[in-house]
Each structure stands twice: as C-alpha cells, then as structure tokens.
C-alpha cells in the first residue's frame, strides 16, 4: 500500500447514528489533516495533527471527534450527525508542519458520507 | 477573513489550446500558493506550487504569481482530454504551519 488510504470509501448513515472515518499514510509522515468538502464549496480545514498531538481546531462542531493514536493513523469519530454534514471527508498528510512548500500535502480519496 | 477565489467554470477549451485559471486572494501575507487537480470522486493531486513573483514552469503546466495584483494563475499548454478535471488553488496564509486556504475550484472540460 502506497500513499494515504481512507476507510470507509462511502458511508450512509441515520442522525443518530454512531460511525468513524479511519485514514492511514504509509508515507512516514508526521502531520495529519482532516477537510471537509461540500458541493460547490472549498476544502475546509478541520483538523491538524503533528506527532499525534491536536495543533489545530478549526471551530469544529463537537459532533465530530478526531483521534490521532500514532502518526500514521488519524480517525474522525461521528455522532448526532446532521444532514448539512454530508460531504467529502478528506485525509492528508505532509512530512511535518512548517512551510508548506518544502511539506506539501497528500490527500487520500476520501470518505463520501451522506447523513439520512 | 483570508480568501481564496475561483471561477467556479466551467471552463471548455479545444484539445490542444491553452487553458488558463484564474485564482485571486485577499491576504497580502500569504506566500506560497498551490495549484492540485481533482478528478472526480479522486483525491486532490499537487500539480504545482510557486512562492516567488513571475513564471514557474513544469512540463505543459506554467504558474504565475503577481503578489502586487494578488493573483495566481495555472496555464496548461496543449492541453487534452484527460486534463479535464477541477482545478483547486489554496494558499498558505498560516506564516509557516501549512495550513492551506482553498478556492472552490474551476471545473476544465478539454472537448476533442
């Protein structure tokens, strides 16, 4: 396996509805990033970690809980999810934080998640 | 508010012409600027970046930064049908901690 992997590729769920979104980079990085991508609307930035440690908090509603157990694995925890949250939940990695030009970032292909 | 814009198009060139997208930005601070291309239902894929005013130029693709204008744009020369993508520019605005600002991206169609 090469790259940044997410699991699952797609997923449905109900509002009441308990799930996780797993990314995982085989690229010896050290920083990790969630995104949300909605129709027609830019990448926003959710979640960053560096070394496993939460550096960036992007005023994230608290429905959605990320965990970093190691520097190659990051998990997006969902619960009482609503349906404005359907979108594209993207993973990245980059080498480390600092200058983006010298750590640019990697994406996986996604998680499309639909909320009923 | 930091910003990133883009036509979100779509923009429909004939195989073989130049396609140019346009980004513009509003934060005077920022400094390196991105240009990924997303298929869809794909991941995001980094075609290029440019930090310094002027030209970079990689294979078919050109970049140009003119950070007086505030404005980034991506040339795809002879440009072909598997071109055809959404074209997202983001910009660091975080003074060193990679936190990308993104535009909606354009939408290029490549008709043969």
């Known amino acids: 396996e090469t790259g940044v992997t997410q699991t699952p590729r797609h997923l449905v769920m109900g509002m009441t509805n308990k799930k996780s979104l797993k990314c995982e980079q085989h690229?010896?990085?050290?920083?990790m990033y969630w995104y949300k991508q909605s129709a027609k609307k830019p990448l926003e930035l959710m979640f960053v970690?560096?070394?496993?440690?939460?550096?960036e908090n992007n005023s994230v509603p608290s429905r959605f809980s990320p965990e970093c157990p190691n520097s190659s694995h990051l998990f997006l925890h969902l619960h009482t999810l609503q349906p404005e949250d359907s979108a594209l939940y993207l993973c990245?990695?980059?080498?480390?934080?600092?200058?983006?030009?010298?750590?640019?970032?990697?994406f996986g292909d996604g998680t499309r998640l639909s909320i009923l | 508010q930091k910003e990133v814009e883009q036509n979100s198009g779509p923009l429909s060139v004939p195989e073989g012409a130049i396609a140019s997208l346009n980004c513009t930005y509003s934060?005077?601070?920022?400094?390196?600027f991105f240009w990924y291309r997303q298929y869809s239902g794909k991941s995001p894929e980094l075609i290029m970046f440019?930090?310094?005013?002027g030209d970079k130029e990689d294979g078919r693709f050109t970049a140009q930064l003119n950070k007086a204008s505030q404005y980034v744009s991506l040339l795809i020369r002879d440009s072909q049908p598997s071109d055809s993508a959404t074209y997202l520019c983001?910009?660091?605005?975080?003074?060193?901690?990679?936190?990308?600002?993104f535009g909606a991206g354009t939408r290029l169609a490549v008709h043969p």
């Open positions: 990245a990695s980059s080498q480390d934080l600092g200058e983006s030009r010298n750590q640019p970032q990697h």
């Open positions: 690229l010896g990085h050290n920083a």
């Open positions: 970690y560096s070394l496993e440690e939460r550096v």
């Open positions: 934060d005077r601070g920022s400094q390196s």
């Open positions: 440019i930090y310094s005013n």
């Open positions: 983001a910009g660091d605005f975080s003074g060193g901690y990679n936190k990308l600002i």
